[in-house]
């Protein structure tokens, strides 16, 4: 049974398509900018950027910087019409076990007419999850494991130039996909012990609450 889980203070958030670079936070390692940060977009500032970086990095460690940097950035080159929105909301212990807890809103909606219930999930683990984590050759975080929570929307549409005209009109249906995953776990994946799909069938993953079984249709990316 899942226990509460130990949240931070106060909810951290990166708006707007932002991804990381080790420039503003100091970090080592090749990250790059994959996007532009919009520093004139309201709250959104230079400094409280900086400053959410650098608190997430403090109570964290840098490769959680690095990791909540590449999710986001995967989300908004794989589809994000909406805003994009990355946290990192503390701790939840489950199981004996403690997780640190990536929050990710991606602003995708994806298309029903391509892709069913269960290849959802699968989707989002292999264009952002799996392709995030494989940015690393080791990852160090504190704690047993990292809960990764994405929330994306579907719905049918032609074009995507149809599903921007009418966003605000017609979101999609939310859902959401949560994967716990074990640290060492994920160290045979970048190791290349393990697969993705091996990755996931030793986690647990959730959808809308629900324990759901998630196959990949495709060979996962490489490094």
């Not at 940015?135 to 990292?146: K, V």
């Not at 716990?180 to 996931?200: C, E, H, K």
Request: hydrophobic share 40%; charged share 25%.
């Amino acid at each position: 049974m899942m226990t509460p889980a130990r949240r931070a203070s106060r909810p951290r958030r990166l708006r707007g398509w932002l991804a990381l670079t080790a420039v503003l936070v100091g970090c080592t390692g090749g990250a790059r900018a994959q996007a532009t940060p919009d520093f004139n977009d309201g709250p959104s500032s230079k400094t409280e950027i900086l400053n959410v970086m650098q608190d997430v990095r403090r109570k964290y460690g840098s490769d959680a910087v690095m990791l909540q940097g590449h999710l986001m950035s995967h989300a908004v080159r794989n589809g994000a019409v909406g805003e994009t929105v990355s946290g990192v909301d503390g701790f939840e212990d489950r199981d004996g076990k403690r997780f640190v807890i990536f929050r990710l809103e991606t602003g995708i909606i994806y298309n029903d007419r391509e892709l069913d219930t269960a290849s959802r999930p699968a989707r989002a683990w292999t264009d952002i999850i799996e392709a995030s984590l494989r940015t690393f050759h080791t990852l160090a975080l504190p704690g047993d494991g990292i809960v990764l929570r994405l929330a994306y929307a579907h719905r049918g549409y032609d074009s995507e130039a149809e599903l921007r005209t009418h966003l605000r009109e017609q979101p999609g249906t939310p859902e959401t996909a949560v994967f716990y995953l074990m640290l060492p776990d994920v160290g045979d994946l970048l190791s290349d012990r393990i697969t993705g799909q091996q990755l996931i069938e030793r986690s647990t993953t959730l959808v809308n609450g629900t324990a759901a079984r998630v196959s990949l249709a495709a060979p996962t990316p490489d490094h």
